[in-house]
């Protein structure tokens, strides 16, 4: 299968800074890519869907300028979480899809400690 | 609402065929049924998708019930390195927009 890369996986950041994450599509060009966050013991909850080039479409009750997404290429989505608080800690996912594809792939996740 | 409904866990022997099922009784003419896993603190593994003939690849197998209202994920041959939470998942034709539902957590016993 294709491989989608997140970075960081671990991130710990002080309540107020901005942290920044990145999905990547490493042997594919991903014309959509979605971002989820996942509580513990959940299930995948998404935030958010974004077409390259265009701005993103945010699921209702996710915080479009708390949650900033960035989808400036075909193999590059960023989502960064601007003014961080602790109940923002979770495990947020990336997932991209092929252009000509039928199946989404994930990243391995990363994992967001607010303190 | 999730559109898929599981039951929350499962067992099965190490070795033996593993068979999850899922109620898509929502599903639309143009939807596609996913399957993924999530082993824990990792991002979903794709398994494998169908949208109205069963599907077979080196993962799994898929049965899809003819009405296309439920679905059953096999596991021929289960291994330790299958414990995980399996997900049941639909999604339009071009649309790859997977929305999870609580899925069940398979635990294989050796």
């Known amino acids: 299968g294709a491989v989608v890369s997140q970075h960081p996986s671990r991130v710990i950041c002080k309540s107020g800074t901005s942290v920044k994450i990145e999905c990547r599509s490493l042997d594919f060009q991903a014309t959509t890519m979605f971002w989820y966050r996942q509580f513990p013991k959940k299930s995948l909850m998404l935030m958010a869907t974004s077409n390259e080039g265009s701005k993103a479409t945010y699921e209702q009750g996710v915080e479009k300028d708390k949650f900033l997404i960035n989808h400036a290429s075909l193999t590059l989505s960023t989502l960064t979480v601007t003014s961080a608080h602790p109940e923002d800690s979770s495990f947020y996912i990336c997932?991209?899809?092929?252009?000509?594809?039928?199946?989404?792939?994930f990243g391995q996740g990363t994992r967001l400690t607010v303190v | 609402d999730a559109k898929t409904t599981q039951p929350p866990s499962m067992d099965c022997a190490e070795g033996r065929a593993a068979n999850l099922p899922c109620n898509h009784s929502?599903?639309?003419?143009?939807?596609?049924v996913y399957w993924y896993r999530q082993i824990h603190s990792q991002g979903p593994q794709y398994i494998i998708h169908g949208l109205k003939n069963n599907e077979t690849n080196e993962m799994a197998s898929l049965i899809i019930t003819e009405d296309r209202k439920s679905s059953t994920l096999i596991l021929p041959h289960a291994t330790l390195r299958d414990t995980a939470v399996y997900y049941c998942?639909?999604?339009?034709?071009?649309?790859?927009?997977?929305?999870f539902g609580k899925g069940t957590k398979l635990s294989v016993i050796p």
């Open positions: 929502t599903i639309s003419g143009n939807e596609y």
């Open positions: 997932s991209a899809t092929r252009t000509w594809g039928t199946e989404a792939f």
């Open positions: 998942s639909t999604a339009a034709v071009g649309s790859y927009q997977l929305t």
